[in-house]
């Protein structure tokens, strides 16, 4: 139902967030795309205007919504609630795509709290699949000696886990040289 798709600045992430969004208008679906920032910004708008109910309904009409630039830009206090009820509203019924060059463990300082943080990770990484990109960025390519070690492009998180093998462990092989003459 959604996919998250984390990567350093300048790594491809809302390039092909735009590409699923495009094959997905192609197979004839309803796709919408906004930065987090102008989505929590329209819906403090609503609520402020008392239409809060109908820009959620608005938000949640498309099958795929997709949300760029997640942590970029602070969100306004109370934004990471009014997030919350977009997410909570369109849960398990619309597809998200949502792009961040940060890690899950700082959402928390993204939304205003852990406990906003908590239940939108529940929610978004239910049914989730999680893209991790590595590498520097496609626009600074030509200027990467101009920029210094700490400002270089390195991976949010740690690498995931190696996958665990199931069932039996495998037979020891013999060493011994005189069983192989």
Not at 3 to 16: D, E, F, N, R
Not at 106 to 129: I, K, P, Y
Request: with cysteine.
């Amino acid at each position: 139902m959604g996919q998250y798709v984390a990567a350093s600045p300048g790594c491809g992430k809302t390039h092909l967030a735009l590409a699923l969004g495009v094959e997905a208008v192609k197979a004839g679906r309803s796709v919408y795309f906004a930065t987090l920032a102008d989505i929590v910004s329209s819906l403090a708008k609503a609520e402020r205007e008392g239409t809060l109910r109908e820009r959620l309904r608005f938000l949640c009409r498309p099958q795929l919504l997709i949300v760029d630039e997640i942590g970029y830009l602070p969100v306004i206090p109370g934004g990471g609630n009014l997030f919350f009820q977009l997410v909570n509203a369109r849960y398990e019924r619309g597809a998200m795509i949502l792009t961040s060059n940060r890690g899950f463990s700082e959402w928390g300082d993204v939304f205003g709290g852990t406990v906003v943080a908590s239940a939108l990770l529940d929610r978004l990484l239910h049914h989730a699949v999680v893209v991790q990109i590595e590498g520097a960025s496609y626009r600074l390519r030509r200027h990467a000696e101009l920029m210094p070690d700490n400002n270089r492009s390195r991976p949010i998180t740690a690498p995931p886990p190696a996958p665990r093998r199931r069932g039996r462990p495998p037979k020891a092989r013999s060493t011994d040289t005189e069983a192989n003459p």
